[in-house]
């Protein structure tokens, strides 16, 4: 089993920054892809943005290309969200994700069904 726990949510003003980091615990020789979620109130969770370990090519949802950057620690087991110029419709609770070797599909780099293990979440609040 894998693990994820997140951290660095919080509140920020439109236009400020923050990071977000996800520790991986457990069976990390699993993960072969890792990715941030998120979900508003009322609406579904969506794709943020996602990275292939092993090559750290990225992907990232159209709305927050230029804005915000996925990176990884391999050596500490852990994930990163640069978010940058922030806006309120960026506010949301943020999921880190990772899934297994056998579940990647380029063409869905940024579909949650193809994510095996989750996150509790951290929530992040842009007000105007």
């Known amino acids: 089993q894998v693990q994820l726990v997140e951290s660095g949510g919080g509140s920020v003003q439109q236009g400020g920054s923050l990071r977000l980091s996800c520790r991986a615990s457990?069976?990390?020789?699993?993960?072969?892809?890792m990715g941030w979620f998120r979900q508003s109130p009322g609406k579904e969770r969506e794709g943020v943005a996602t990275i292939y370990v092993r090559s750290a090519g990225t992907f990232y949802a159209d709305s927050v290309k230029g804005r915000f950057t996925i990176s990884q620690d391999t050596a500490k087991n852990m994930l990163y969200l640069e978010m940058n110029t922030l806006k309120p419709e960026d506010t949301a609770i943020y999921y880190c994700a990772a899934g297994p070797r056998g579940n990647w599909l380029i063409t869905r780099a940024l579909d949650q069904r193809i994510f095996r293990y989750w996150g509790q979440g951290t929530q992040v609040t842009v007000s105007s």
């Open positions: 457990g069976y990390t020789s699993n993960i072969t892809f």
